[in-house]
């Protein structure tokens, strides 16, 4: 499972490209993603041959790298090592799009729809029982956003309680103890912690539908330069989208392979999926990146990332980082445009001209 920060500072890098006056189209590229349920299908899509398939049919290489640190991934991606990665909507708009990098999400592939969690110890409590009480958590994660969200619907804020910072590797542990009585987490240590006695979920993602995000995101320059990256990562990634969502035993065997890979079962695995929308044919994954909620969604999620100093020390406001969406929407900076929800190639997807 990945790790989802949002990072408290974005890297202070310039982007590690150079900019020849005239489009270069290149042949090899490389990707990368780390362990999370709906990002397993890359790693399949590599070993089986289907990313190779279309990239080979769009005249290119892509090589689809797994590694083992998600906030590592997005720094090599924001550095220059990466033509693309796999990553939240939060992270990259406080890592790559802070850090000077402009980037595109280039697929919106799913988002949290119970995954994510809100924990008391307890039977019978509710969102309003935090109120004065400490909540550990991943300070400045996902988990701290959806905290936000869920003292905002019982009409209260983070100045009603206080939050302790604690890793993901430890939350599990530090829950079990009698001196912590609150948490935010995700699948799968939140599955384990809610199945014990005696503990309420107050709230989780579904609640806020589509405001936690998973996408694979490109490099803007590389992508306008190379189309080809495009068709071939959307081609490969809905074709992948197509095995599993169909009853076969292709379907089958692709699911046991992902949960191998990721460390759990095939029942393990279908239950994390059932918390993840994944969007399963372009069609949906068009209609959620063009629906006008997304950049109602994008401007909370800028509104708490300049709240908490993610946005950079120089960020006057939490339009600071501009954001541009179908249509000619954008959202920010017109000058310092930096995250882009381009549906150009879902769109190809969805009216099968890839």
């Known amino acids: 499972m990945r790790v989802r920060f949002l990072a408290a500072a974005a890297v202070a890098l310039s982007l590690c490209f150079s900019t020849p006056s005239f ?92 995954n994510d969690g809100v924990l008391i110890k307890g039977t019978g409590k509710k969102v309003a029982d935090l109120k004065g009480q400490s909540v550990n958590l ?75 995000m998973d996408m694979m995101v490109v490099n803007t320059k590389t992508l306008h330069d190379n189309p080809a990256l495009g068709k071939a990562l959307t081609g490969a990634w809905f074709e992948m989208m197509q095995t599993m969502h169909t009853a076969s035993p292709g379907s089958d065997a692709a699911l046991t ?22 969007f399963y044919t372009p069609q949906q994954a068009l ?18 990332s300049f709240d908490h100093g993610l946005l950079g020390k120089g960020a006057a406001n939490a339009g600071a980082v501009g954001m541009a969406f179908d249509n000619d929407v954008v959202v920010g900076s017109k000058g310092n445009l930096k995250l882009r929800f381009d549906p150009t190639y879902v769109r190809m997807a969805a009216q099968g001209k890839l």
Not at 257 to 278: E, H
Not at 287 to 304: E, L, Y
């Open 138 to 212: 991943v300070e400045l994660s996902v988990s701290h956003y959806l905290l936000a969200r869920a003292l905002e619907s019982a009409g209260m804020s983070e100045r009603d309680i206080k939050t302790v910072n604690t890793s993901d590797a430890d939350i599990s542990g530090a829950f079990a103890t009698s001196a912590v009585h609150n948490a935010v987490t995700w699948n799968p240590m939140l599955a384990d912690l809610k199945a014990k006695p005696n503990v309420s979920e107050v709230f989780d993602s579904s609640r806020i539908p589509g405001e936690i």
């Open 287 to 304: 209609d959620f990146a063009t629906s006008p909620n997304m950049p109602k969604i994008m401007t909370r999620v800028a509104q708490f």
């Open 257 to 278: 392979s992902m949960a191998k890979a990721s460390g759990t079962d095939l029942a393990g695995y279908k239950a994390q999926l059932s918390t993840t929308a994944l």
């Open 23 to 114: 489009a270069q189209a290149r042949k090899d590229f490389k990707v990368c993603w780390t362990i999370y349920a709906g990002w397993m299908p890359w790693g399949y899509a590599k070993t089986q041959g289907i990313m190779s398939k279309w990239a080979k049919k769009y005249g290119i290489n892509v090589d689809v790298v797994q590694l083992n640190d998600y906030i590592e991934s997005i720094n090599q991606y924001t550095a220059g090592k990466f033509d693309g990665c796999a990553m939240t909507n939060m992270d990259a708009l406080t890592i790559p799009a802070t850090g000077g990098v402009d980037s595109t999400a280039l697929i919106v592939s799913d988002y949290s729809n119970g």
